[in-house]
C-alpha cells in the first residue's frame, strides 16, 4: 500500500476550502490535463456523504473510469472517498482540514494498492507514485489559486 501525504496552506476560511474540495466544478476545472469528467452520479455542485459517481479520464494514455463513494463527513473539517471500481486494487482519499494562523491547512492523505502483485509494486515505485503526487499536487495548487484569488 502507497501513501501520498500532501499538505496545502490556503489563505481563505476553512468552509470554503473545505466546499471547494468537494466541488465537482473544481474538480473538474483542477483536472483539465486529464480531460476528466462525470460519466454518472452528482454532475454539478458539492459532494455529500452518500454520493457515488464515477469519474472518465486518460490517464498515462489510456481513457479509465473510476468510481469512488463518498464515506464520513465532518463539515467542515473531514470527509473521505473511497474507490468502489477502477484500475487500483484499493484506493482511499482522506481530506482534512484545519485553521491555523489566520489561514486553512489543508491535508490528503491518498492511499492505494496496485493491481498485479510484483509487477504492480515495481510500476508504482518506478512511475506511478511519482505521477499520482504530481497529479493531486497540481490540483491542490488549482484549489489555493482560486480560492486565494476570491
Known sequence: M??????TVIHAPIKAC????????????????????????????LFEA???????AKHLGVRQRLTVEIGRMIEPTF?????LKGAFKSMRHEHHFVEENGATVMTDLFQY??????LGVLFDKLY??????KFLQKRNLHLKHDLERA
Not at 79 to 83: G, I, P, R
Open 113 to 118: 494498492e496496485t493491481p498485479f502483485g510484483i
Open 50 to 56: 452518500g454520493d457515488v459517481v464515477t469519474w472518465e
Open 2 to 7: 502507497t501513501t501520498i501525504h500532501l499538505t
Open 128 to 133: 506511478l507514485e511519482n505521477y499520482m503526487r
Open 79 to 83: 470527509f473521505e472517498d473511497q474507490m
Open 18 to 45: 473545505f466546499d471547494a474540495a468537494r466541488s465537482v466544478d473544481a474538480h473538474l476545472s483542477s483536472t483539465s490535463g486529464t480531460n476528466e469528467k462525470v460519466v454518472a452520479g452528482r454532475m454539478t455542485g
